[in-house]
């Protein structure tokens, strides 16, 4: 018991300067409330510079292709923290407006062609350049001597890569293995990957809990599918399933919820690891957000709450952890059933 | 709402950057890893399983070399009881021979002694034979006068003489 009071007081020592500043940031800003909402939404959405602390953000290269064509300049350009500056014709919509946050053009205020390297871009092309450095490395060596013991990343990896392989990939897909295993491999690699970068506080990015990121996952999913995968067999079974006569004529009932289905299928991949990685975020934003709500009330409640959401924040992020694998594990597992299952042969026994 | 719009700059560089890992580890990465890991334990389980054939094949050779050496063993043993036995049967051979030269010779030696003894006897007997006879003549001559009964006498002597050396 006294061991754990004495942990408590270092705990509220060490929090009451953290706890003691924001207490003061508000003060001085003199506003009343800490817009939580912002505060979150801000972590888990995108944004054209690369946001650190404090006032220290990074400028990234934003690319836009509108009215008076191709530009390309630094996102500091536009300012940031709030007061954008127009440059060039663009400008960042600001809060309230539509296209709030984006970049528009003055004149307009529409979008333009915008392929800038945002934060979540420029986290997509570090873990590209990762995925390819790492396993492209790794395949090097299994080709210079394979039958040696695999040291390192390679020792690392290597069950991962079997147990995907051998234990989802080979029983999900059944034939034709080799034609699909790539593309799952690289999936789980991928969503791994980017998972766990975005788990990096300070550092990290939201790629996986963006919605365009699982979308592009789950489209090339339903490329696979239905395109590489699916045999005669299954659009007959899509068009004509065996079913009694009046389930589809006249109303073609289960020939549309067949289709309805082959559609939901990579809809559901796409909002399950979006909604799965974004709660994860939102969670501990808001975990953290609290001691700033608290703080606004007195020091000594948010030296309490700290210590609650610190500890809470320092669970989720080990249940994160976890779900980062999962997450990443059922997308693969998921898209190789429907593969899988997309490949059926007809039943050659007649009832 | 915003987060559930997804936005056309990410969308595009998503495609690009999955794009472009599908295909360069589709081609250059994945085949190679998962080739090798695969390559790798079939040589595995190959070479498993031709070692145990290899120590099965040698276990054989062990027992037979055993077999080979526990002939050689009792081979020898034979050879040496017999060497034992036929050593045995050469002296008993060859002392059985010695006694019987040994005999031989004994023998040989009594009968030539007896030849011997046999001669000197019948020298002996001759020169007493002669003795007597001179002894005799002495005698008969000094007793013998001319009369008749010495000539009876003589006559009778000389037959006796006669029958003797007949």
């Not at chain 1, 984006?102 to 420029?122: F, H, M, Q, Y």
């Not at chain 1, 980017?194 to 365009?212: D, E, H, K, M, R």
């Not at chain 2, 145990?52 to 043993?77: D, I, Q, S, V």
């Not at chain 2, 006897?121 to 007793?143: D, G, N, W």
Request: charged share 20%.
């Amino acid at each position: 018991m006294n061991l754990l009071s004495k942990f408590i007081t270092i705990l509220m020592i060490l929090f009451a300067p953290i706890v003691a500043q924001a207490n003061e940031h508000q003060e001085s800003e003199g506003e009343g409330k800490i817009d939580v909402k912002e505060l979150v939404f801000g972590h888990i959405g995108d944004s054209y510079s690369w946001h650190i602390i404090g006032d220290i953000a990074i400028p990234l290269p934003c690319i836009v292709y509108g009215q008076n064509g191709l530009n390309v300049f630094m996102s500091s350009e536009l300012g940031h923290g709030g007061h954008y500056k127009e440059y060039n014709g663009y400008t960042i919509a600001a809060e309230g407006q539509p296209n709030a946050g984006k970049i528009v053009e003055v004149s307009t205020g529409e979008r333009p062609w915008d392929i800038s390297i945002t934060k979540n871009v420029l986290f997509l092309l570090i873990s590209t350049g990762l995925l390819l450095w790492i396993f492209l490395s790794i395949s090097k060596r299994y080709k210079e001597d394979y039958w040696r013991k695999p040291t390192g990343m390679q020792a690392f990896l290597e069950p991962i890569i079997v147990m995907i392989e051998k234990d989802v990939i080979e029983p999900c897909v059944g034939k034709n293995v080799e034609k699909f295993s790539p593309f799952l491999l690289t999936v789980f690699f991928f969503i791994l990957i980017n998972n766990y970068l975005g788990l990096i506080p300070v550092f990290g990015s939201n790629l996986t809990g963006n919605i365009a990121c699982t979308m592009v996952l789950a489209v090339f999913t339903f490329l696979f599918t239905n395109l590489k995968a699916g045999t005669k067999h299954y659009w007959l079974e899509m068009i004509n399933p065996e079913v009694p006569t009046w389930l589809k004529f006249p109303v073609p009932l289960m020939p549309l919820i067949e289709i309805i289905g082959m559609f939901t299928k990579p809809i559901a991949l796409c909002i399950r690891l979006f909604a799965n990685m974004l709660a994860g975020h939102v969670m501990q934003l808001v975990l953290i957000g609290m001691i700033f709500i608290f703080a606004q009330m007195s020091v000594a409640a948010a030296s309490g709450v700290s210590i609650l959401s610190c500890a809470l924040v320092i669970f989720m992020t080990c249940l994160e952890c976890l779900v980062c694998f999962i997450q990443a594990y059922v997308f693969t597992t998921l898209s190789a059933l429907f593969i899988g299952l997309a490949q059926v042969e007809p039943h050659h026994e007649e009832h | 709402m915003e987060l559930l719009t997804p936005d056309f700059g990410l969308v595009f560089w998503m495609v690009i950057c999955f794009g472009a890992v599908l295909f360069i580890l589709g081609k250059f990465g994945w085949p190679v890893i998962v080739g090798m890991i695969n390559k790798r334990s079939e040589e595995i389980e190959e070479s498993i399983l031709k070692a145990n054939e290899a120590n099965a094949r040698l276990a054989g050779t062990n027992a037979e070399a055993e077999r080979l050496l526990a002939e050689a063993k009792n081979e020898r043993l034979e050879l040496l009881k017999e060497a034992s036995k036929q050593k045995d049967q050469i002296i008993a051979d060859a002392k059985a021979e010695a006694a019987k030269k040994a005999q031989d010779l004994l023998d040989k030696a009594k009968e030539d002694i007896q030849l011997e003894r046999d001669n000197a006897i019948k020298e002996i007997r001759t020169q007493v034979a002669e003795l007597s006879v001179s002894i005799a003549e002495k005698v008969v001559r000094e007793k013998l006068s001319g009369d008749k009964a010495g000539l009876d006498m003589i006559n009778k002597l000389l037959d006796e003489v006669n029958i003797a050396k007949s």
